[in-house]
């Protein structure tokens, strides 16, 4: 009996409910005899617009939309009101798809579901297929949602690790790079000082000359360049181990 005077109240104080009496009445009196004949069966109920669900005794989270169109009528009202195409609507314990129809059926925005009881969530699917909304929503337990969370931590840690182990490859390779073209710019340097002062000496011609110098100086670039990427090897391989913070 409270039970019936709790659905009373709730279809006279709800605003379509006040607005079409009868017809909820009649819709609340229609499904009590249904649920009571076939109490396990579910039964397709219509929803808004083409979009339907199943129903049964018991199923309080959706029975609701039965007597009056829209349970909730406040936060669905805003949903079928703002929602576009194109719109992704998260819905977070999703129950059996009230919100997930509306968002998905209705809108025709894209949806994550999310609903953590099993039982729940397979009922939830089945509303979604009757509906074909599959291509339009994608449903999580909380139990996937975390494994695909893990899958993802430690794909990101891996990433990571590959990254740091580079970055000491790529340091290292710069760091041996650096040396290798010190010890050259220092032959080079050799090499032009020896052709400077015989080619003031009139030993050899300006071509020789201008080969030793542009060596030198192409030497020297060089060193340069290498300096400079070394130094930027380190600070990735510092930023890696929280030295450098942007």
């Known amino acids: 009996m409270d039970k019936i005077k709790r659905t009373f109240g709730f ?14 009445l009649l819709r609340f009196i229609v499904w009590q005899l249904q649920s009571s004949l076939s109490p396990s069966k579910l039964i397709i ?8 669900f199943y129903a049964k005794k018991g199923l309080t989270g959706i029975t609701g939309n039965i007597y009056t169109g829209l349970h909730e009528f406040g936060d669905m009202g805003f949903l079928l009101h703002f929602l ?12 059996v798809g ?19 009881v099993q039982t729940t969530f397979n009922m939830l699917q089945q509303n979604i297929i009757l509906n074909n ?3 339009k929503t994608q449903i999580k337990t909380a139990e996937l949602l975390e494994k695909d969370a893990e899958i993802t931590l430690n794909a990101t840690k891996t990433q990571l690790q590959q990254n740091i182990e580079q970055a000491y490859v790529n340091l290292n390779s710069a760091q041996k790079r650096y040396d290798v073209l010190s010890d050259q710019v220092n032959a080079f340097k050799e090499s032009f000082r020896e ?43 510092d930023y890696y181990s929280g030295k450098l913070t942007f």
């Open 133 to 135: 909304l599959q291509n």
């Open 11 to 24: 279809i006279f104080s709800h605003p379509l409910g006040k607005r079409h009496l009868l017809k909820s």
């Open 98 to 116: 009230s919100y997930t129809l509306l968002a998905s059926g209705v809108c025709k925005a894209k949806t994550i579901a999310i609903e953590p």
């Open 195 to 237: 052709a400077e002062v015989k080619f003031n000496a009139g030993v050899i011609t300006s071509d020789v000359y201008l080969i030793a110098k542009n060596n030198y100086d192409n030497a020297n670039i060089n060193l340069i360049i290498a300096r400079y990427d070394y130094v930027f090897r380190s600070m990735i391989l």
């Open 84 to 95: 576009r195409p194109g719109d992704v609507f998260f819905d977070i314990g999703a129950n």
């Open 45 to 52: 109920k219509p929803y808004v617009g083409d979009v339907k």
